[in-house]
């Protein structure tokens, strides 16, 4: 059986917005026709590449943190001012913003998630059938090759540009705020200044 793009990817699809390759994976067989498109169903699939892509960038510019009601708000990452909430909600007492500043790293994860969802968009079987027919061949190849050479690079960069963000669309973890907290719970009783979080890229 031919491996699909999202398949032969494997781990590096944790690097996009969990929604956006469903989106992508759902709709994309329906606008190329199952691969058999004409010049309107190549239109369609063409802006759902990019509206794809420019989620996968626009979601490596957010991140998340804790309200004083104890759930996950987003925002958009700033700079030099931090988080720019996309909520009303107030962070909690421990939650320092201004820590959540752009940083070059931000970039950095925005080139990866590009790479990682044109490889899977470009090679995707239907997309291949839709405007490169005759590339199928070739297809076979690229999907042995391309996410192998992927994973080193996009590992050397993380090793270099370490991502701890928890933006839109991405599967939610501990937040670092929490980890701190927690782990210093018995270094502040008694006094009222708290930990802040430290982003480091």
């Given at each position: ?10 781990d590096?699809?944790?690097?996009l ?9 759902f709709?994309n067989?329906v606008?190329?026709n ?11 699939s063409a ?18 943190y ?5 759930k ?8 030099p001012?931090g ?5 009303s ?16 790293g931000?970039?950095?994860?925005v080139v990866?998630?590009l790479l990682?969802?044109?490889v ?12 490169y ?7 076979k190849q ?5 996410p192998t050479?992927?994973?080193?690079v996009?590992?050397a960069?993380?090793?270099?540009f ?17 980890l ?21 890229y």
């Amino acid at each position: 059986m031919t491996k699909t793009p999202l398949s032969a990817v494997g781990d590096l699809i944790k690097l996009l917005p969990t929604g956006t390759v469903f989106v992508f994976q759902f709709v994309n067989p329906v606008l190329t026709n199952s691969g058999e498109c004409n010049a309107t169903n190549r239109w369609q699939s063409a802006i759902l590449l990019v509206a794809c892509g420019l989620s996968c960038a626009f979601s490596s510019f957010t991140d998340s943190y804790t309200g004083t009601d104890k759930k996950r708000h987003y925002g958009i990452v700033t700079d030099p001012y931090g988080l720019w909430q996309l909520s009303s909600v107030p962070p909690a007492d421990f939650v320092d913003l201004s820590g959540y500043r752009l940083k070059f790293g931000d970039f950095v994860h925005v080139v990866l998630a590009l790479l990682v969802f044109a490889v899977l968009g470009l090679l995707d079987n239907n997309t291949v059938h839709c405007f490169y027919p005759d590339f199928v061949s070739t297809q076979k190849q690229l999907l042995q090759v391309l996410p192998t050479v992927t994973g080193v690079v996009a590992g050397a960069l993380f090793m270099l540009f370490p991502i701890n963000r928890h933006g839109v669309g991405y599967p939610l973890t501990v937040d670092s705020n929490e980890l701190t907290v927690d782990s210093n719970k018995t270094t502040h009783i008694g006094t009222d200044t708290a930990p802040k979080r430290q982003t480091t890229y």
